[in-house]
Structure formats: C-alpha cells, structure tokens
RNA sequence: GCCUCGGUGGCUUAGGGGUUAUAGCGUAUGCUUCGUAAGCAUAAUGUCGUGGGUUCGAUUCCCACCCGGGGCUCCA
C-alpha cells in the first residue's frame, strides 16, 4: 500500500466516466465540501494480496493517528493506482479501500469514499503546514512476517497465546516407583541438578552475569563460530566442527534407521497460503523466516513437520504400516527475538534431527513413547552429559495414565519434573524433555518426545484401517537427541564445568575431530607417520599429522589444546621398535602401543557410531587457521 | 521487540580530542631438527564495527544503524 496524505481546505471530485467494466455503480457523481479534510490517495500493491484486512486496518491505523495529529474528523479516501508501480489487482483494491474506510468509520470519523474505477476530476487546497502532506508505504508481508499487530480475520484461530496466558500449572516430582513430591518438598540432596533444573523452570530471576561458557569453547577448537555476513543465531562450521556436526548427524540417523524409520528430505521453505500450513501457522504467533520469491512470500520451515506431513498425507498408508516412522535431519529457522539468543544454545538456525511416528491410537502412542524412550536415553548417554527429564501433561491425560507415567519413570530410572497443565495450550498432550543445565544455571532441551492430537486432521493425514476406512492417527513429535547446535552447547557446557572442578575436559571420543595427533619429532619422521596414517585411514580412525616444523613440546601443547584425546610422539624409538608412545588426555597417562592396538582401543570405544571421515587435509601445515589458537 | 553493557591487526588486548595507536598469540622469512603444554631473531599485518554530526582536528565526544554479551519477554 502506498499513501499520498493531504491536508486540505475543502475538498471536490466529479466522476467523470468508467474507467475500468465493473467500476463501482455510483449515485451522486460530483462532491463537494468546504470543510477541511484529510485526503488519503491510496493504491494497493500487489502484497496487499497476501492479506487485504491487515493490510486495512494497518492503513486505517496510519490514517488515524495522523489525523489525530492535526485534529481532523474528516477523512477523504481517494483510490489512486498511480502511486505504485506494482499495484494490485482491482478486486483486491477495492476490498482494501472498502476496509479502510469502514474500518475508520468506526473509530468516529466523517468518511467520505472516493468511488473506485472512474475517471474523476478533484479539487483540493493543501493547507501547507508542517504536517499537511506526507506520504506512507506499507508492506504487509513484512507485516505478516514480524506478526504480531496484525490482523486475525474470519476462521483464523490465535487461541494459543490466551489459552497459555490463563493455563494454570502444577509442577511435582515424581520417583521411580510412583512416588510424588511436591517440587518444593523434594530432597534434592542427591539430585544436584535436578534442583537446578526445577529451579531455572520456575525461577523469576534468571540473571547471568558471564557469557555462556561454550561460546569461547567452540571458536577455540574450531568447532563453529558466528557468521557476521548473516543474520544473528546462524553459524558457520569450519572444517573440524562440521566433521563433529556430520558425525553425530550420522549417529543419530543410524539410530533412526535402525528403529524403522523411512529416511527423507524436504524442502525448508513453504507456502504461506497452502491451506494446512496457514491452519497450523496461525495457531501461533509467526516467528518465520520469510522467502519472497516473484510475487510470494514463503517461511523457511522451523521444524520438520511440514514437508513430512505434507509428504505422508499423500502418502498410502494402510494400518499394516502402523506405526510408521518417518525421520529428517532437518535445516531449520526460527527468528527468535534478539534478546533470547545465546551461543549455540539458541540460535535462529539450527539442525533438527526430527521424527514423527504416526500410530493408531492413545493406547499406541503410549507404546510408542516407551520405544522411543529407548533410543532417547541411549543416545543422551552417548553424548556423556549430564541431563534432568522433565514430563508436561494434560491434566486429563496424567490422571488417566498414571500408571503409564510411572512405567516411563521407571525406565528413565531416577526422579523427574511433572508439569500437569490444565489447558491445552499447544498440540500435544504428552511432552517430555531431556535437558542439560549450564554452568549459569540455565536449561537447555535436548530431547524431546510429544503426542500430538491435533495435526493428523489438520494436515488430512489418515491411514486405512482394517475396515477399509479412512482414519485419523495420532503422531508423535520426537527429537531423538535434539538440535545439533544444542548437542554441542551441551557437551561444551559439561566439559566447562568439568574443568571448573578440575578435571580434563573432553570431547566424546566418537564425536571429537581428530581422535589421533602425531607429532613427530622432526622432518624426517613424517613419512612414517603417513605410513601409520594409513592403518587408521584403513580402520576409520580420525588423525592428523603436526608436520610443521616445531619443537615436541610446542606440538604437544597444540594437540592439548584442541582436546585430541590420543597424541603420538613419532621419533627414531618407534620407528624402530614399532611400538607408539600415546599420552591419553581422559587417563592423563602415557603408555606403549602398537597401531593395532591403538585402533582396537578407538574403534572398542565407538563401535556404535558409524565411520565419519576427517573433513580437511591430514597435514596440520596445510590446514588453515579459522579460530584456533595454535 | 524493549532495557543494558560492549566492538581497537586473524585472535586476546593497552590506550585515549592533537606527532608515527600498544603488547602477547598466530602469520611470513631466516637460524634451530628438537622426545611429551610455549626455541631464537627479524618482518608484515589496523579505513580503532559502519554511516552521519560536533570540532581547526574524532579511533576518542554526540546520533543512527550493524554485530556481540547480559536482562525482560519468549522458547510451536
């Protein structure tokens, strides 16, 4: 929309003839008044489409206050193509003028409308003060994106927000065994972190005075870093830490594989007006990332559930297949206030291994639920943190499951938060969480498992039942492992923590980069290790070699410094005797090995995960520097 | 989005309305060929976040914007 304003002595127009077939039909051809107005010339553009009534009351919203500003009750609304270059078709238009003006009329203004489609003659006196002519642009699909002032129109539903605003909480916990506590009646002496986890759910004051420790971890060794050139939250991984990214990704998706899961891609943007998103969309306030392609806006998804639920609603689908698991390493974006980010704790990009397993029923989503537990514990065990569950339930759902709830906590097998809430405030009616809590004090949700009730319809997502007819699923919402970003958060925040206590902190030997340095003593000893190199290469083993030219010590150091958990000092004595000399970094030991036993360690110790190749040169003399130390 | 603190070579950092803006790490070159956390010497590298303003003069003061930290709100 585009708007020439005018503050005028008087006003007159004339209709003169159509200009265009279905021109407005038009009682009084000529208006004329002495008063003095507010003339609006208005066009609409072509992204007024993307929603004429928040386009209006936006308009109307402008229209307003500047009249308040110069005291004026009369209100002229003139449709004027010809300020844009992009104007919108004359329906569209119409509409929007339309809801302008009655929009205005509303807030007690005299209006006068302007008929549409006519060649008309007009007559104005420009007052010329300071405030009498201005002009306005409005783009409602930036409107759209930012979200939150505009517009709800007829069926849209924006029940989220109040429904979470009243929805009244009961936090306890609960043991294995079934035994509930109230949170603040709770012996926490043996769960340390447990309290601090309740503690940061339910804390008023959440203050941090130091930056999140992994922020300076994960430039250090070269694992991510912030990308100035983009937008703020969204990183870039350097050669050493898209080799951890790649590693846990394939983890993960292994795991998920081996669970039955159909594996695939979809896009990351999406169609503002495909009828199922803009259902789910307006559930919740728009935080998107928004695409403008020709004439449409899109969002970048933020979450994988779009592109699988739109896949499987096409999909065939018999109940045989039940439960079917579909699973995405999932790019995703959120635009999340400036406020709220944090390292990679919280970006506005992120990597979402994301699954969604569709079943028949409650009574199949809870058997799925403890599958899933499965694999969710397993793989929080890998990562060799520290984490506190947590379960947030539908009051209805908790007080017929009890039993449910107490066989899920059995299995995690120590005491967890209960959050009962007493509206549905979102899809789900089931949701756990895996956290890890940080050195200042803060949680971050790895893992998460939730039951969603409502999307299978939104998304017209049915399967064909053994009565050959069509029925809705349930769908369970799993991050097995959660964000990679959030993975790592989690691992550096352990490892600082560890430290603060004094022990040597690490990264997990299957995830880490480089799993072997080699430092040999001088020049002449780099061809053997390359010779060594090649049994690791052999046995998937990730090294690399310190050829530049530097004292032992100076090339230790390096290596400590980059948390490489085996180093190999390669000199005249091993050459000869065939045996290593390996510092351990995690047993801070030295001791005698062979390559082959050496590999037989490693590979012991990661048999889970699969191989994950070494993404930049062996050499350390042709690798470039991007955030390291030495 | 709002409040608040900050931004000085690749990194960490000193400084401050006025001559040529520090230092360490790293980098380059030369010497050193070294045995488990820093070998020696020399050199290069700065639009002091960006844009505008005040001033004879701005990296320093003011404004706007960008980026980062912390907080509020938020976290589908």
Known sequence: MRMLQIHSDGFSYEAKRKALKNAEAVKEKVYKTEDSCLVNFIAAE???????????????????????????????????????????????????????????KERGFNVVRVPFGWYK??????????????????????????????????????????????????????????????????NYAKYKELKLYMEYETAKDRTAHEPPAHIELMKKLELVDYEPGSDAGNFRWPPRGLTLKKAIEERVTAEMVDYGAHVIQTPLIYDYEHPSLKAYLQRFPSRQYVVRSGEKDYFARFSACFGQFLLISQAQVSYKQLPLKLFEIAPSYRREQSGELAGIRRGRAFTMPDIHEIVVDEEGAKAAVLRQLEFVEKL?????????????????????????????????????????????YAYFIFKGEWNVVDDQKKAGCLGTIQIDVENSERFDIKYVAEDGKERFPLILHTSPSGSIERILYGVLEH???????????????????????????DDSFVDYCL?????????GV???????????????????????????????????????SIRRRELKDQVKMSIDELVKEIKEKTSFAPTQRLLLPNLVSKQAIFSREV
């Open 495 to 521: 490892a600082h923590k560890q430290m603060k206590i004094g022990k040597v902190p690490h990264l997990p030997l299957w995830m880490t980069p480089i799993q072997v340095r080699f430092a040999p003593v």
């Open 380 to 424: 929080h065990g890998e990562l060799e943190v520290s984490y506190e569950v947590s379960f947030r339930l539908l009051r209805s759902f908790y007080e017929e499951n009890k039993d449910f709830l107490t066989k899920v906590i059995d299995r995690i097998g120590k005491p967890v938060m209960i959050e009962v809430f007493d509206e549905r």
């Open 542 to 580: 990730r090294y690399e070699i310190d050829d530049r030219s530097q004292t032992v010590g100076k090339k230790v150091r390096s290596a400590e410094k980059l948390w490489i958990p085996y180093i190999a000092v390669i000199g005249e004595r091993e050459q000869t005797s065939s045996e290593l």
């Open 121 to 186: 003659s007009f007559e104005l006196h420009c007052k010329g003060h300071p405030l009498a002519e201005r002009s306005k642009v409005l783009d409602i699909s930036k409107e759209i994106a930012k979200g939150a002032d505009v517009d709800v129109t007829e069926g849209e539903d924006l029940t989220a927000l109040a429904a979470e605003e009243k929805s009244t909480s009961e936090f306890f916990i609960m043991e294995p065994g079934g035994k509930v506590t109230d949170i603040k009646e709770f």
């Open 531 to 539: 010779e060594l190199g090649k049994v690791l290469d052999a046995a």
């Open 46 to 104: 072509t992204t007024d489409a993307n929603d004429v009534s928040a386009a209006a009351k936006a308009t109307a919203e402008m229209i307003a206050s500047a009249a308040d500003e110069i005291k004026e009750k009369n209100i002229v609304v003139y449709p004027w193509v010809h300020l844009t270059e992009s104007p919108s078709k004359p329906s569209v238009a119409l509409k929007l003028l339309k809801a302008i003006a009655k929009d205005l």
